[in-house]
């Protein structure tokens, strides 16, 4: 329900996409198509506050940029024999395509933890605590938990560096699921209200929303783009 009409240059821009239908999956199939693409990632990341090293990709949406997201985090954090020991923590109010990402890469439902929520409906930091430190006891292996920066439901922020204090902590990957709310970090008078965000790991985050581009164009990107590619490369024949 939040996706916003495009703008006409993003209309243009999709009208010529299809109608020169280019591929663009590499530089060597459309060099230039590649250069702009580059050269906005590295805007964005600048504007979030990641460093140098931190790269992302284009997807068809949010769903596939948190998809993506928890594969990095998964294999940046387990080595794969501890896969099935894995523990993400969500709340109560994060998007439902975060649990069927985590699903998809073998997260099963029994090792998803729904934090609660405080009264502004973000996610409780002592009760995440409180939950790592349990699954640790058990012998399981905490490697995820996924903030939000602007809830569907109610547009709430979860309380990023405190997050990422605890990740810290725990040795644990953060990321923030922007989809809704990342764009705010472009506006000097709300920016503050995604404190912290800079911090994240990765983060996940929809053009098609406040930014007015045409229905699937979503972001992720990563502190360091090495992790993406050690999750995605691969070497054809």
Request: aromatic share 8%.
């Amino acid at each position: 329900f939040i996706p916003s009409t495009a703008s006409p240059l993003s209309w243009l821009g999709d009208v010529m996409t299809t109608a020169y239908n280019r591929h663009a999956g590499s530089a060597d199939n459309q060099p230039a198509v590649w250069r702009i693409e580059q050269k906005l990632i590295r805007w964005l990341n600048d504007q979030v506050g990641f460093p140098a090293e931190a790269g992302g990709i284009f997807v068809s949406g949010g769903s596939m940029a948190n998809l993506t997201a928890v594969t990095i985090a998964r294999d940046s954090i387990l080595p794969e024999e501890e896969w099935c020991r894995g523990v993400a923590y969500v709340s109560g109010q994060t998007h439902s395509s975060v649990e069927k990402g985590l699903r998809i890469i073998g997260t099963c439902s029994q090792r998803i933890r729904r934090i609660p929520t405080d009264e502004r409906f973000r996610m409780d930091v002592k009760a995440l605590q409180e939950a790592i430190r349990e699954d640790l006891k058990n012998g399981l292996r905490p490697y995820l938990v996924v903030a939000t920066a602007g809830t569907t439901n109610t547009g709430s922020v979860d309380p990023l560096r405190r997050i990422r204090s605890v990740c810290d902590r725990y040795g644990m990957w953060m990321h923030v699921d922007g989809a809704f709310g990342a764009s705010a970090v472009l506006s000097r008078k709300y920016r503050h209200e995604l404190d912290g965000i800079g911090t994240a790991d990765s983060l996940s985050w929809d053009a098609h929303k406040w930014l007015f581009q045409t229905i699937g164009c979503s972001m992720v990107l990563v502190r360091s783009q090495d992790r993406m590619l050690e999750s995605f490369s691969v070497h054809p024949e």
